[in-house]
Antibody, heavy 117, light 110 residues
Framework: QVQLVESGGGVVQPGRSLRLSCEAS????????MHWVRQGPGKGLEWVAV????????YYGDSVKGRFTISRDNSKNTLYLQMNSLRPEDTAVYYC??????????WGQGTLVTVSS | QSVLTQPPSVSAAPGQKVTISCSGS????????VSWYQHLPGRAPKLLIY???KRPSGIPDRFSGSKSGTSATLGITGLQTGDEADYYC???????????FGGGTRLTVL
């Protein structure tokens, strides 16, 4: 079965950086686009970014554009999210998710990022 | 403020039917497929409906989706207490070049 396992979350000070990883199994990773979606405390789902199957196309939500970078290593079946210039409002559970025609058919369990001094 | 508009909450009794609306515009719902997700606290979201009205394998036919113009609707029949969750619509927005979600609807099964 499809498994998406996020890692790399934690507590970080405002202005610092953090990199999230998501290891995929049970799928031919290189065939699928992948997303990052987050949920802040008491808030709804917020889409963060998507990357195409081969990494050639990337799109970002307005709130993270210019600060976050999505990337992938298909040889390692791994998705990444490099988060720079972190703000308190970036505090959220971050989900890695698999694309199917811009719907999301599989989600990881999420990793918590807390931005606080 | 979400690009897609959903009611904050809906409620109904066990066994009854409920619908959840999702309103957008021509740049998103009007010209792209809509999907629906169920999110239980502490769990990963689950895809219920994709391409407006298709159900992934394992999703019971109590869940249905429809789209008309710039609005979409999720229907749930035979409500069960286990259906209590937050429900989100989502789609691609061609003007924003972004995936957009509704603000979410909390379903309470009384």
């Amino acid at each position: 079965q499809v498994q998406l396992v996020e890692s790399g979350g934690g507590v970080v000070q405002p202005g610092r950086s953090l990199r999230l990883s998501c290891e995929a199994s049970g799928i031919t990773f290189s065939n699928y686009g992948m997303h990052w979606v987050r949920q802040g405390p008491g808030k709804g789902l917020e889409w963060v970014a998507v990357i195409s199957y081969d990494g050639s196309d990337k799109y970002y939500g307005d709130s993270v554009k210019g600060r976050f970078t999505i990337s992938r290593d298909n040889s390692k079946n791994t998705l990444y999210l490099q988060m720079n210039s972190l703000r308190p409002e970036d505090t959220a559970v971050y989900y890695c998710a698999k694309d199917v025609q811009f719907a999301i058919d599989h989600w990881g369990q999420g990793t918590l990022v807390t931005v606080s001094s | 403020q979400s690009v897609l508009t959903q009611p904050p909450s809906v409620s109904a009794a066990p066994g009854q039917k409920v619908t959840i609306s999702c309103s957008g515009s021509t740049s998103n719902i009007g010209n792209n497929y809509v999907s629906w997700y169920q999110h239980l606290p502490g769990r990963a979201p689950k895809l219920l409906i994709y391409e407006n009205n298709k159900r992934p394998s394992g999703i019971p036919d109590r869940f249905s989706g429809s789209k008309s113009g710039t609005s979409a609707t999720l229907g749930i029949t035979g409500l069960q207490t286990g259906d209590e969750a937050d429900y989100y619509c989502g789609t691609w927005d061609s003007s924003l070049s972004a995936v957009v979600f509704g603000g979410g609807t909390r379903l309470t099964v009384l």
